[in-house]
């Protein structure tokens, strides 16, 4: 079982900054890596919606976020972080990681949230006006 701890959420005001981590657990041989890895959020009412994905390099955003949010990873640390600046009210959600299985494989351009077996327990981002 693949554990997906996030971290880093809070309250900010807009035109802030935050940065999300999710840390895969070491013991369960997950490597982020070798794996797409995706930032999805939910707001109240709305259903849950990929913000950013990251796999062998490339980077997928939705364009609500392009240009203000960046995906990366620290192999080292077997850690993913998205770096959200210039953030807006409407960015208030609870935000999810979010790890494939099996080849590890996901389609960048528009990653399918299917795709992602594993999830971590969510961390809330709320943005004031």
């Known amino acids: 079982q693949v554990q997906l701890v996030e971290s880093g959420g809070g309250s900010v005001q807009a035109g802030g900054s935050l940065r999300l981590s999710c840390a895969a657990s070491?013991?369960?041989?997950?490597?982020?890596?070798?794996?797409?890895m995706g930032w999805f959020r939910q707001a109240p009412g709305k259903e849950r919606e990929g913000v950013a994905a990251i796999y062998t390099g490339g980077t997928y955003y939705a364009d609500s976020v392009k240009g203000r949010f960046t995906i990366s990873q620290d192999n080292a640390k077997n850690t993913v972080y998205l770096q959200m600046n210039r953030l807006k009210p409407e960015d208030t959600a609870m935000y999810y990681c979010?790890?494939?299985?099996?080849?590890?494989?996901?389609?960048?351009?528009?990653?399918?949230?299917?795709?992602?077996?594993?999830w971590g327990q969510g961390t809330q981002v709320t943005v004031s006006s």
């Open positions: 070491a013991a369960s041989g997950y490597t982020v890596s070798r794996n797409c």
């Open positions: 979010a790890a494939v299985s099996g080849s590890g494989y996901c389609y960048l351009p528009s990653p399918y949230i299917d795709d992602f077996a594993y």
